[in-house]
């Protein structure tokens, strides 16, 4: 199992330019989530997803959407880039349960918008 | 006040040494209460979680809840080079359904000296 996968690894934008990242998870996980790092910030949670074809805002949305079309992928997208979204974004799934279920995550993008 | 505090440090011992890595929490509904550990340039892994206050261990390394202080902490004794890198401690709240909320502290890098 690849487990969590994230695609690019690094990118280079300028402001203005759009961009998708993709997620994609082989462990049949119904929850996903996309964060961001920043120095000093701790992760933070951008838009999450339940299950395929739904979609929910995290602490810091705006700027970004989403979309879960199949179960096992979730899209990252920045309309039109801004230098304050330069961070590194990670990709996370875990499985429905009722009680703590860990949250698996993949390798992450490093995003640099000039 | 942040739901969740974590002293970023860094921190440096030598090899061998006992390190102890603290968070506080205000937000009485946190239910599990995690570790997590991130490598450089690498997603952040699972290394320990708990329920209830008290200790669990695992190897040289044991966490400890205490929900009347809201206090965590990892301990990690006979620190490694190996253990070198960033601690996150998360906390999850209930939120619905079967959804848990994840807030994150902002990791205490740590570096051990051989």
């Known amino acids: 199992n690849a487990g969590v996968t994230q695609t690019p690894k690094f990118r280079v934008l300028k402001t203005g330019q759009s961009m998708t990242l993709l997620c994609a998870q082989d462990m049949n996980h119904e929850y996903m989530y996309w964060y961001r790092q920043d120095p000093g910030m701790g992760l933070r949670l951008i838009h999450y997803s339940v299950g395929e074809g739904t979609t929910a805002k995290g602490e810091v949305p705006d700027g970004y959407n989403v979309s879960r079309l199949k179960k096992q992928n979730f899209l990252l997208g920045l309309e039109s880039a801004a230098p304050s979204q330069t961070s590194v974004y990670f990709c996370a799934s875990r499985s429905r349960g009722y009680t703590y279920n860990e949250q698996f995550f993949g390798p992450g993008t490093r995003l640099t918008v000039l | 006040q942040k739901e969740v505090e974590q002293d970023p440090g860094p921190l440096s011992v030598p090899e061998g040494a006992i390190v102890s890595l603290n968070c506080t929490y205000s937000n009485s509904a946190f239910q599990y209460f995690m570790w997590y550990r991130q490598y450089s340039r690498k997603g952040p892994e699972l290394l320990m979680y708990?329920?209830?206050?008290g200790n669990k261990e695992d190897g040289r390394f044991t966490a400890q809840v205490d929900k009347s202080s809201k206090y965590i902490s990892l301990f990690i004794r006979d620190s490694q080079p190996s253990d070198s890198a960033t601690y996150l401690c998360?906390?999850?709240?209930?939120?619905?359904?079967?959804?848990?909320?994840?807030?994150f502290g902002k990791g205490t890098l740590l570096t051990v000296n051989p």
């Open positions: 708990t329920y209830s206050s």
């Open positions: 998360a906390m999850s709240a209930y939120s619905g359904g079967s959804n848990y909320k994840l807030t």
